[in-house]
């Protein structure tokens, strides 16, 4: 083997450019086609700069009979002519996709890349190349902008990218079909020509051979034009990501499985970032693997954004829902409902856990006190005008309390209305009862009028809620 090419000098530069330095041993996918048997050879003669084990892995999809076989011997007698190892695997596609009812071209990718990452893990090999080259670059992005696409589309193929214990890497992805055919030909890579690249029913195949000759026509650098806003959006992607991730954490916070939006502080954001976040948080959805759809954010994008309806719920599909609830955006499985619970303090003092971070430390002290509450997390009374015991319950139907500077009675179910508290945190919420049933606090909203502590008290019962969120 030469050892020295433009080609490989370029390939050598792209992949210090991208940091990315090959293994001790790295799993070639090799088809037979003129890109990835040039990748086969490029990467044996790297070899020689650079101690590696080069093995070639390629898959018999079993679509093109005696097509197929031929491609699997000369993948075989050139790893042998070469020096590199070789692993093949042949596998009933056809039937698969019949199981499955998965189109070709997904059953073969999955099969193949199945096939590709136990091939690694047989041989301890962290890495997977692949032969995707510019030409296939320009074409995933056409395809994806004749589709629909957002900016993370545009990026089209990435070089590398981490999946499960395996990195996927793509030496080739700066380098065009022409140029591969030509390193082909005067280095004497044989390779073959798969004639089902010729067949128009593949989208794929329809956009190379008619879409972008016809395009060529009114931009003859159309593809590089495309590779260029490939880099481009790859960029504006990688940007926007790490700035949504860096953002998550100031306007979300985990509940359960799912995530609640501080509305305000979301809807601050450039809508850009807001679009990003939403995708983040449904990427944690029981189904990671499927993309979030441009609909199903612009329709969260104008729930967190509606300002006439402060309460609603939507099917964000998955098992995942988006509830609504005042200033607040629940994303996530749908929310249980609280279990009820009722807690009797027997003696004080005395320190409720109620579960979640939230407790409530009852104290008894002598006398009035001098001082008023600081915050509604804390409430004192008058323990001779209380019956005793007190309790710490749910909201039971039909509750009333008499709030202090109120005259007369009101609904538990209105004051929780009236406060903004969302739906799915009523229900779990505590309320301070004495023996006889009458609600003497709510924590965090109001305290009734009963037991209020005056210049005759002689024993202040003082009431605390402790909780490590904003909220009961």
Known sequence: MESRDDLLDRMLEVAEAEGWQPDQTVIAAVSGGPDSMALLHLLMRMAERQPMRVVAAHVNHRFRGAESEAEAELVRQAASDWGAGFETASIDVPSYIEETGLNAQSAAREKRYDFLKRTAEAYGAGQILLGHHADDQAETVLMRVLRGTGVGGLAGIPYRRKEENVELIRPLLRITKRELLSYCERNGVPFAVDSSNLKRDYFRNAVRLDAIPW??????????????????????DDYLEREASARLGSVATRDGYGFRLKRRRFRGLHVALQRRLIKLI??????????????????????????????????????????????????????????????EVGGFPRTLALGEGRSIRFERMDGALTSLPTDRREAFFDEAALELPLAVRTRQPGDRMEPAGLNGSKKVQDMFVDAKIPRSKRDGWPLLADASGR??????????????????????????????????
């Open 282 to 343: 449904l990427r944690y959805s029981s189904d990671p693997w499927h993309p979030a759809q441009y609909r199903q954010i612009e329709e969260v994008l104008e729930a967190a954004a509606d300002e006439s309806h402060t309460v609603g719920r939507m099917d964000l599909g998955g098992g995942w829902v988006l509830v609504r609830e005042y200033d607040e955006v629940y994303i996530g499985p749908p929310y249980p409902s609280e279990a009820a619970y009722r807690y």
């Open 439 to 472: 609600i003497l606090w709510i924590p965090g909203l109001r305290r009734s009028v009963i037991a209020q502590v005056g210049p005759d008290t002689r024993s202040t019962i003082r009431v605390s809620f402790l909780s490590d969120g904003s909220d009961p």
């Open 215 to 236: 395009l060529e026509r009114y931009n003859p650098r159309l593809k590089e034009s495309l590779i260029r806003l490939a880099d481009m959006a790859a960029a504006d």
